[in-house]
Nanobody, 121 residues
Framework: QVQLVESGGGLAQIGGSLRLSCVASERAFNNYGVGWFRRAPGKEREFVAAMSWTGTNQYYADSVKGRATFSRDNAKNTVHLQINNLKLTDTATYYC??????????????WGQGTQVTVAS
C-alpha cells in the first residue's frame, strides 16, 4: 500500500491561494492517477479534482473549476493542487488518493490522512 502524506493546508483569507501537496512513499505513484477530495464540517466527502498519471486527463469539480490547477513532480513523487480565489466554502479537510489504474477515475484505494484548510474573512 502506498503511503500518502498531504501538506500545505492552513489558514487563508478569502480570495487568497493555497498550494496543497501530496507526497507518496514509492515511485510507482508516478504511474498512478491522483485525486483530491475534501470533507467540510458536517458534510460528506466530496470530489475536488483528479488527474491521470500522464496529466493528460484532468477533472475538476464545478466548485473549483477555473480556480484549481494540478501539477506533478515525478522526481519527488509529489503532486500539487493549487486553489486560487479561495472561498469560505473551500474550508475542509483535503485528502489525496491514488488510483492504480492510472486513469484518474478511480477506484481510490490509497488515501492520505488529510490536511486542514480554513478560509476566513
Amino acid at each position: 500500500q502506498v503511503q500518502l502524506v498531504e501538506s500545505g493546508g492552513g489558514l487563508a483569507q478569502i480570495g487568497g491561494s493555497l498550494r496543497l501537496s501530496c507526497v507518496a512513499s514509492e515511485r510507482a505513484f508516478n504511474n498512478y492517477g491522483v485525486g483530491w477530495f475534501r470533507r467540510a464540517p458536517g458534510k460528506e466527502r466530496e470530489f475536488v479534482a483528479a488527474m491521470s498519471w500522464t496529466g493528460t486527463n484532468q477533472y475538476y469539480a464545478d466548485s473549483v473549476k477555473g480556480r484549481a490547477t494540478f501539477s506533478r513532480d515525478n522526481a519527488k513523487n509529489t503532486v500539487h493542487l493549487q486553489i486560487n480565489n479561495l472561498k469560505l466554502t473551500d474550508t475542509a479537510t483535503y485528502y489525496c488518493a491514488a488510483d492504480r489504474t492510472g486513469t484518474g477515475s478511480g477506484p481510490w484505494k490509497d488515501w492520505g490522512q488529510g490536511t486542514q484548510v480554513t478560509v476566513a474573512s
